[in-house]
């Protein structure tokens, strides 16, 4: 399996049409990120079942020398979002008004991001030309993705009476046909006042004041005065000092912390030799021991009681790393779950890299639909626990757990390496999955993602939190796996269940590689 290389500009995403948009401001002249921009609003109308406005955001941004820059677009728990508000409900529901508690903070991250652009770049093209492809396909109609169609048919119960839902993603009443015409005109207007008011106008202008007057209809527990306290917040990515580099990814309220332990553990566990078994083992159990971590430290920045970056110290990954036991699977509890979510990646002819993922959590996110505005409303704040004593307990202003995040490497023999996936609990093990296959164990990058993958927990209408691998690999391998302790399931051969993702890597002569999943409907597209 080949991977796709160009000399000036690549883009990779989960959709074709994002993927253009991204190349289309790369030939341009315009920046990695200024490329993203365009991507983003594009991908939020083409593929609107995993991402949108009414989401969140992060970035991570490598610039061809120097540290990166690292951008936190998630919001907070709106200030009507009490524990008394929920004294009713023992769980925190997952569609609704109820559910719809957090700020939406995208559109905050690609201003923030533009901004680091024109001081990087000291030139910047203008924000309607970057949102122009987002609004013809919001106005003029997308071909539906079979993902969207089987997500809105799959859902079709619990979405349909959902505010607005109906008139914004059921043409006619009922789920949209994979390969029909699909046209969101309210979407269009939002963002042509987008393009017009300039993006801080979500939080604080006319559209802000709009969106506000919606929530309030809706009940939904976010203000105006909500949104206008929200601001992307620049943060110091993580780091993880590797053998072959150095790798980075978010901090908390990201779980990036549980992705770079998963390499941390494993490069002290020989993955470059190992078979494909051995490799499954050694990184499902990597996995066990960070999920631990994650799930005892990571919660709102504010509320860390200790340093994230100490957990990757090198005697903290050691003990961890000898814990592994080679000849039996340890016992597993329960994962985050599922979550539904677009990762993105560019590289521009400068070398500037961009790593980014942006999501509404479930597959359309809360289900609400904001009143004429074509924005469907994030179910972030379902990651939030209405224990007072939980880490993660609900609180107004506090932001929840995040499973987003996109990362990236600067390699010793001189690569620099952008990459990511979608899914909850699956971000981190195929994040592993890839960087092993490629920087360890010298598979091409589109066999490393093409290649079957593995999951431990749980996937979309499924409780249980087996090791879930696809048909494509050898029995021997599940045979193996089962003996070691390893409770598998088998699903389909390139099975949607195991994300969309990735990567980019620029080589040290400036050629860029690009290779996309063939589970998405994405490209790698580059000039």
Excluded at 496 to 518: K, N, Q, S, T, Y
Aim: a negative charge; one cysteine or more.
């Amino acid at each position: 399996m080949q991977s796709n290389v160009a000399t000036r500009g690549m883009a990779v995403t989960p959709h074709h049409l994002a993927s253009q948009s991204a190349l289309a401001v790369l030939r341009e002249g315009g920046s990695a990120i200024e490329a993203m921009v365009a991507a983003a609003a594009t991908i939020a109308v083409v593929y609107p079942h995993m991402n949108g406005l009414g989401g969140d955001g992060f970035w991570l941004i490598v610039p061809p020398d120097g540290e990166p820059v690292a951008i936190d677009a998630s919001g907070a728990a709106g200030s009507l979002a009490t524990p008394a508000a929920y004294a009713d409900l023992k769980h925190i529901p997952h569609r609704g008004p109820r559910a719809a508690l957090t700020v939406a903070g995208t559109v905050s991250g690609w201003d923030e991001a533009l901004r680091v652009s024109a001081k990087l770049c000291g030139r910047s093209l203008p924000l309607p030309h970057l949102l122009a492809d987002a609004i013809d396909y919001a106005a003029t109609g997308i071909p539906v993705t079979a993902s969207q169609a089987a997500a809105s048919e799959a859902k079709y119960a619990e979405l349909c009476d959902q505010p607005g839902f109906a008139d914004a993603f059921l043409p006619g009443g009922m789920p949209p046909k994979a390969g029909s015409r699909f046209h969101q005109p309210a979407l269009a207007t939002t963002l042509r006042q987008l393009a017009q008011d300039g993006l801080d106008s979500f939080y604080r202008g006319a559209l802000a004041e709009r969106l506000a007057a919606g929530m309030a209809q809706l009940g939904m527990p976010v203000t105006l005065a909500d949104l206008q306290r929200h601001r992307a917040r620049r943060s110091r990515p993580l780091r993880l000092q590797h053998r072959q580099g150095e790798v980075w990814n978010l901090a908390p309220p990201t779980q990036g912390l549980a992705s770079l332990a998963i390499l941390g553990i494993s490069d002290r566990l020989a993955m470059a030799d190992a078979d494909e078994a051995t490799t499954i083992h050694r990184l499902v159990e990597a996995t066990k021991l960070a999920f631990g971590l994650r799930d005892a430290h990571i919660t709102d920045p504010a509320s860390l009681t200790g340093d994230s970056q100490a957990l990757l110290a090198p005697a903290a990954l050691q003990a961890l790393a000898a814990r592994v036991d080679e000849r039996q699977a340890a016992p597993w509890g329960a994962g985050k779950g599922p979550g539904d979510t677009v990762w993105m990646g560019v590289i521009d002819n400068s070398g500037l890299a961009v790593s980014f993922i942006q999501s509404i959590y479930h597959e359309f996110g809360s289900g609400v639909v904001l009143p004429d505005s074509g924005i469907v409303w994030q179910n972030r704040g379902a990651a939030f626990s209405l224990d007072p004593q939980h880490l993660l307990a609900l609180a107004p202003g506090k932001q929840p757990f995040h499973t987003l995040n996109p990362a990236a490497a600067r390699l010793n023999d001189g690569r620099v390496m952008v990459y990511g996936s979608m899914g909850g609990d699956g971000q981190p093990q195929t994040q592993a999955a890839l960087f092993t296959r490629y920087v360890l164990q010298n598979a091409s990058l589109q066999e490393s993602i093409s290649r079957p993958r593995w999951l431990l927990g749980r996937t979309w209408g499924q409780s249980s939190e087996s090791l879930k691998l696809e048909g494509r690999f050898p029995p021997e391998i599940i045979t193996h796996l089962r003996a070691l302790g390893h409770e598998v399931e088998v699903l389909a051969d390139f099975t949607e269940a195991m994300g969309h993702a990735g990567a980019i890597v620029r080589h040290p002569d400036g050629l860029l590689e690009g290779a996309f999943d063939p589970r998405s409907n994405g490209s790698a597209a580059g000039f």
